[in-house]
């Protein structure tokens, strides 16, 4: 006979380890409440001073006496930014998804994958380094020279001296950083599509991509648009890199019209500008409240996102693992 | 050692010259690194139902899913064999699978309606993909399909609701009208009724007889009553060989193979 | 019902144009392979750069000494980097995963409501909030407070970043364990928290560890949230208060420097940097998938899964 001696233990015990998961569980909610609470208080000021006019001024002086601080530049700077980075990753992205979870043969799933996973493994900052010492000059002779000669300054889009610290640069490596974000999530999610969606498409006389068009993308769209709208928040979001490849204008010229003109994101200008802004001044007030709008914004498109891959995704990273 | 018995009766007038829709000549089948279906070879006659029985885990549906170069989808597949489909080798290097496919209908264990697309979609989206745009072809083939597959007075009034807000029975019929509709020649069925009620599979059952006029039916089941009520012929698999194959009526009544014997009195499966 | 007549009618009207579609699915396959390979050149230029760079910076006093005067003669080394961000990660650790491993708790054995889900959704929405906006949110809430940048704020910082990931996987890992494990404990009458910590900690623990690690080689390299929040500094730390440095900051400062000397001290940063994450990451999957497999198997064995 085998006697086993185990500790009752008292019943308050049980009760206290639940108070205290109960807690952990809604520290999450006070740091959430506490970020509201203090953005709020800490751009209070500048709230006050140009009202309004925070979100469509375009000035930015952080002269004594002349202050005036306006975020309109970097909410364009960013929307530009990121879209241009959507535009490019969007489609390479589920290309690789589409590669990994219907056409790549066994023995290459496992390491691509990896590989994918390894991109987003890579710290900002060094896709940063990477972007302003190497990618850089090749965008710039490669792309920006020709396209520059051929259109001329005429050309909107094209207008300025092709400098490479600028937002085609910029866009161009976080349209790099986010890639791995949005394919593994939809690689996930295309893989959550049932065999037998496929079998049925293959049954009628599909093609590999008619059966992809067919039976997964119908089955996986809300998904892939989830995975889209995260991959968008990401972009929003990013700093380091951006900060230090996109040429760091402010006021009026940052607002974005040329690709090769130098800008500016919400991001960027926060990380660029805060040590110069002096404690309890206007200036950091602008920054702080730079960041609550970037905040905003950002909570906007994950919830969104949140709701759309829930649903098929349980979770992200340790799903990837599985 | 096993007799394999695969000598292949005739029917009716012996005289009457009898046509193989489709030949499976040595097929040996694996996934996994286990194989399920060992040597197996058959023929098919045109207009007649081959029921496919034998316990679970015996080969019989992973068979089945050779006949259209389906099991080659599935993770680790491997297979050896020919099979002919009017003398044709599906397997032959020349061929893309999908242009053999389309001439053989599949249906699942499971229903499997595509699930964004309403019921007229789910039956007309084979014949898109095989380019026909005629609007009235379309309805045609589609209202047909639905009235062989005797769906069609259930949903004549909502063909725009989707396909999955139907019964699971009426999801199966939805998914064979789906099948017909590509015109197919063969048409091989995975246990059908398996998730169905005893109504659901009754209407399945005649419609199979009703079928067997114009196609060549292979079906799969372990229900050995569906086997003697539907089918012509019987094969059944044992272990991933093929047993015994015959008139339907000899397999039940009168085995020659022992084994075949002890599972048609239900001594095992 | 269909006639033989109208069968043959019908399939006069298929135009399978077969040559056209397996023409378009070679396209469509040509596309999305160069879709991988366009995805796979940053990372080997990224690698490839980083490491012909990076290798020739490193020396013994790179890696201990502390930077010199900008611009001077002698480089100096990124030692107080190095030293931050190990400091950094031991710190926000130390915030990050309790929370993180009794809140992933609540979420797996005490989740199953409606406050449960909100927390749920609330944690998946702060691991995707931009970091330099938990940066900004810690600098108010500490370093204005406080009145001084210190690592405490910084590891803070981090300590947001690392919690949803740790919490996230420690809940994934408690549902892997199976119910037998639980139901086990609690015929033999042992109390709940005791359960969960010794039978059921213990069969989750790959994953845990996994989180864990996962987290820590994330937050190695954020630099967005420490420019508000440690500020960077030349000297190694002498005292819980003040700035201090980390190796991604470094690696930021550096690059804004017009001196060749800092462009190189900047790839060997990097090179510490990329090589510190990677192994994590790498070293993660590789166990991680074993110990998947094991643990399987394990449980097979003792028939808990079919």
Redesign the interface.
């Known amino acids: 006979m085998m006697t086993?001696k185990?500790k009752?233990?008292s019943?308050h015990?049980?009760k206290i380890?639940?108070y205290?998961?109960?807690?952990?569980?809604?520290?999450?909610?006070a740091?959430?409440v506490?970020?509201v609470v203090?953005?709020s208080?800490?751009s209070v000021q500048v709230w006050q001073h140009e009202g309004i006019g925070f979100l469509t001024g375009s000035d930015w002086n952080s002269v004594e006496g002349r202050e005036s601080y306006g975020a309109f530049p970097y909410i364009m700077g960013t929307l530009v930014n990121a879209g241009i980075a959507m535009l490019i990753s969007v489609?390479?992205?589920?290309?690789?998804a589409?590669?990994l979870s219907e056409?790549s043969p066994?023995l290459l799933r496992t390491p691509?994958a990896?590989?994918?996973?390894?991109?987003a493994?890579?710290?900002?900052?060094?896709?940063?380094?990477?972007g302003?010492?190497?990618?850089r000059t090749y965008i710039q002779d490669w792309i920006e020279v020709p396209l520059h000669n051929l259109f001329g300054d005429q050309s909107i889009i094209f207008a300025g001296t092709p400098f490479g610290l600028d937002i085609l640069t910029a866009s161009i490596v976080l349209a790099?950083m986010i890639?791995p974000t949005i394919?593994s999530i939809s690689r996930e999610i295309m893989i959550a599509v049932?065999?037998?969606?496929?079998?049925?498409a293959?049954?009628?006389?599909?093609?590999?991509?008619?059966a992809f068009r067919?039976?997964v993308l119908?089955?996986s769209?809300s998904g892939l648009i989830g995975a889209v709208i995260?991959g968008l928040?990401?972009a929003?979001?990013?700093?380091?890199a951006v900060?230090?490849l996109i040429g760091n204008t402010t006021g009026a010229a940052a607002i974005p019209t040329s690709l090769f003109q130098p800008s500016q994101t919400m991001?960027s200008i926060?990380?660029n500008e805060?040590?110069e802004a002096s404690?309890g001044g206007l200036h950091l007030a602008a920054?702080?409240g730079i960041?609550l709008i970037?905040?905003i914004i950002?909570?906007l498109i994950?919830?969104i996102?949140?709701f759309l891959v829930?649903k098929v995704v349980k979770?992200?990273?340790?799903a990837v693992?599985? | 050692m096993m007799e394999i018995i695969t000598k292949i009766p005739t029917k009716g007038n012996a005289n009457e010259e009898i046509k193989y829709k489709l030949v499976a000549e040595n097929i040996s089948a694996s996934y996994d690194g286990i194989v399920t279906v060992k040597n197996v070879s058959m023929k098919f006659r045109d207009r007649a139902v081959t029921a496919l029985i034998g316990p679970s885990g015996c080969g019989k549906t992973t068979f089945l899913r050779c006949l259209?170069r389906?099991h080659e989808?599935t993770?680790?597949a491997t297979l050896t064999g020919k099979v002919l489909l009017d003398g044709e080798d599906l397997y032959s290097n020349k061929v893309?699978?999908?242009?053999n496919?389309?001439k053989?209908?599949?249906v699942?264990q499971?229903p499997?309606?595509?699930?964004?697309?309403s019921i007229y979609d789910n039956v007309a989206?084979?014949l898109r993909?095989?380019g026909v745009k005629d609007k009235n072809i379309l309805d045609e083939v589609v209202e047909g399909c639905l009235k062989m597959a005797s769906l069609w007075n259930e949903v004549k009034g909502d063909l725009k609701k989707p396909g999955m807000s139907l019964s699971g029975g009426q999801q199966q019929r939805l998914?064979i009208a789906?099948?017909l509709a590509?015109q197919p020649e063969v048409l091989l069925m995975d246990e059908p009724a398996s998730a169905l009620d005893p109504i659901a599979t009754q209407k399945i059952e005649e419609m199979i007889q009703e079928l067997k006029k114009e196609y060549t039916i292979i079906i799969v089941t372990h229900n050995m009553q569906q086997a003697t009520r539907v089918s012509d012929y019987t094969g059944f698999m044992y272990l991933g060989d093929l047993v015994e194959f015959g008139e339907t009526k000899q397999i039940f009544e009168n085995p020659r193979n022992e084994i075949t014997a002890k599972y048609v009195q239900g001594q095992f499966g | 019902m269909i006639t033989t007549e109208q069968r043959a009618e019908f399939r006069k009207h298929f135009r399978?144009n077969i040559g056209r579609?397996?023409v378009?699915?070679k396209i469509?396959?040509g596309?999305?392979?160069?879709?991988?390979v366009?995805?796979?050149v940053?990372?080997i230029?990224?690698l490839v750069?980083?490491f012909s760079?990076g290798a020739a910076a490193l020396t013994w006093d790179f890696l201990t000494q502390i930077p010199g005067a900008v611009g001077s003669d002698t480089p100096g080394g990124i030692g107080p980097a190095i030293q931050g961000t190990v400091v950094l990660i031991g710190l926000s650790s130390l915030i990050g995963v309790?929370?993180?491993?009794?809140?992933g708790?609540?979420?797996s054995?005490?989740?199953n409501n409606r406050?449960?889900r909100?927390?749920r959704?609330?944690?998946?929405?702060?691991?995707?909030?931009?970091?330099?906006?938990?940066g900004?949110?810690a600098?108010?809430?500490i370093v204005?407070t406080i009145g001084n940048f210190s690592m405490w704020a910084g590891s803070f910082a981090l300590s947001?970043i690392m919690?949803?990931?740790v919490?996230?996987?420690t809940?994934?890992?408690l549902k892997l364990v199976p119910v037998t494990y639980r139901e086990a404990g609690y015929a033999?009458?042992?109390?709940?928290?005791?359960v969960?910590f010794t039978i059921v900690l213990s069969g989750a623990r790959s994953g845990l560890v996994?989180?864990i690690l996962?987290a820590v080689?994330?937050i190695?390299?954020?630099?967005?949230p420490l420019?508000?929040t440690i500020?960077g500094s030349s000297q190694f730390i002498s005292g819980l208060d003040g700035p201090i440095d980390a190796l991604?900051l470094r690696?930021?400062r550096l690059?804004s420097l017009p001196y060749d000397s800092a462009?190189t001290q900047?790839?060997g940063a990097?090179f510490v940097?990329?090589i510190m994450?990677?192994t994590i990451?790498?070293g993660v999957?590789y166990i991680?998938?074993r110990n998947?497999e094991k643990t399987f198997i394990k449980f097979r064995k003792q028939g808990m899964v079919s």
């Open positions: 086993i185990m009752k233990g019943p015990i049980d380890f639940k205290i998961a109960i807690g952990a569980g809604t520290y999450v909610v740091l959430v506490m970020l203090n953005l208080t800490g489609p390479l992205s589920f290309g690789i589409m590669f056409l066994k691509l990896m590989v994918v996973e390894l991109l493994a890579v710290p900002s900052v060094i896709y940063g380094l990477w302003l010492y190497v990618f790099i890639v394919a049932p065999n037998s969606q496929r079998e049925a293959y049954m009628l006389g599909a093609t590999k991509w008619e067919l039976a119908p089955y769209k995260l928040g990401r929003v979001g990013e700093t380091m900060t230090m991001a926060m990380a805060f040590a404690q920054l702080v960041g970037l905040f950002a909570f994950n919830v996102a949140h829930a979770s992200h990273e340790g693992l599985a | 259209n389906m989808l993770k680790n893309d699978p999908m242009i496919r389309r053989i209908g599949m699942f499971k499997n309606p595509f699930p964004t697309m989206c084979g993909l095989n998914c789906r099948a590509i | 399978y579609r397996l378009l699915d469509v396959k596309i999305v392979f160069t879709c991988v366009v995805a796979i940053p990372l230029a990224i750069n980083v760079n309790p929370i993180g491993v009794m809140g708790i609540f979420l054995e005490y989740g406050y449960g909100m927390i959704f609330l944690n998946d929405v702060i691991a995707e909030f931009p970091t330099i906006v938990i900004v949110f600098f108010v809430l204005l947001i919690l949803p990931i919490m996230r996987t809940e994934e890992s033999l009458g042992v109390r709940k928290w005791r969960i996994t989180g996962l080689a994330r190695a390299g954020e630099t967005a420019v508000f500020l991604p690696i930021w690059s462009v900047g790839w990097a940097l990329i994450v990677l990451n790498i999957r991680f998938l998947k």
